[in-house]
């Protein structure tokens, strides 16, 4: 089963258990439509929202949501490929040294090294990362100090990544006040038909919780996981980051090509580290 779905069942899970265990109830799902309760609380956390994002974060924030339903994620076959990479570099500095590389790794983009990975060439920052460090390489910086350098742009990165999931459960944290807004503004409506009949009153009084009910839903069954979710991705995404680290600073430090991917591969999580073997069976093939 593709990793994509798992969102997408859990949501479905989460509304199919709270609106079925509602019927079993005999509940009217008709009282739970109730459009103002939804201008309320959605317009009151899309406008802080606004307030507390600058322009370029909301677009951020609006770039990452795909990311929970794509499934595109760091496993096994995109760790090979990463490390096929570094090996093919390595190899090609190791046989024609530094300089060999200094026009694959200033236009990536146009290097039929790089081209070889699509899959990595489609990833900007990766790309970004690995030609950045090799200039430095080439350049003569001693190994202590790029690992310096990289340590320091890792951190940025990652900061950067975790900023739209803080927003995003920051806002989902609001949505039970927002809730209690609604509920307030419901019960006031409700205090001026006093007058009206115990079915009206009990009708507009329903209304009223409905809005806390959502902000209570939406909450801890939709926003909050989101931003879990996309916290889970950033740290993927720096664990991918630190295999490249490592292999590149290995190899700075004297090791041979195989031996400095190998400790690239060791800096990996268990459920997406491919085996000794099947680095081996995979570099085997670089060499044919």
Request: one cysteine or more.
């Amino acid at each position: 089963m593709n990793r994509y779905m798992f969102p997408i069942i859990g949501l479905v899970i989460v509304f199919g258990s709270i609106v079925g265990g509602y019927l079993l109830e005999h509940g009217n799902l008709y009282v739970l439509i109730q459009p103002a309760e939804f201008v309320i609380l959605g317009g009151a956390a899309i406008g802080s929202l606004v307030i507390t994002c600058p322009p370029k974060l909301l677009f951020q924030i609006l770039k990452s949501l795909p990311k929970v339903f794509s499934g595109k994620s760091q496993g096994k076959d995109s760790y090979l490929t990463m490390m096929g990479l570094l090996y093919t570099i390595f190899v090609k500095i190791k046989k024609d040294g530094l300089l060999a590389i200094e026009k694959d790794i200033e236009e990536p983009e146009k290097s039929p090294l790089f081209k070889a990975y699509p899959e990595i060439l489609k990833n900007h920052h990766a790309i970004d990362f690995i030609c950045d460090n090799l200039r430095v390489f080439v350049v003569g910086v001693d190994p202590m100090e790029m690992e310096s350098m990289m340590d320091i742009e890792m951190d940025a990165h990652h900061q950067e990544s975790g900023v739209a999931p803080a927003v995003i459960t920051k806002i989902a944290d609001s949505l039970p006040g927002f809730g209690i807004v609604a509920a307030v503004l419901g019960v006031v409506i409700t205090m001026g038909k006093m007058s009206e009949s115990p079915e009206v009153i009990g009708h507009s009084v329903a209304a009223a919780l409905v809005g806390t009910f959502l902000g209570i839903l939406m909450c801890y069954g939709f926003l909050g996981p989101i931003g879990s979710h996309l916290e889970h991705k950033a740290r993927e995404e720096s664990k991918y980051f630190e295999a490249i680290k490592v292999g590149i600073l290995a190899f700075a430090k004297g090791s041979a090509p195989q031996i400095a991917v190998e400790a690239a591969r060791r800096s990996l999580y268990s459920d997406t580290k491919p085996s000794f073997k099947e680095l081996d069976t995979a570099l085997r093939k670089k060499k044919a």
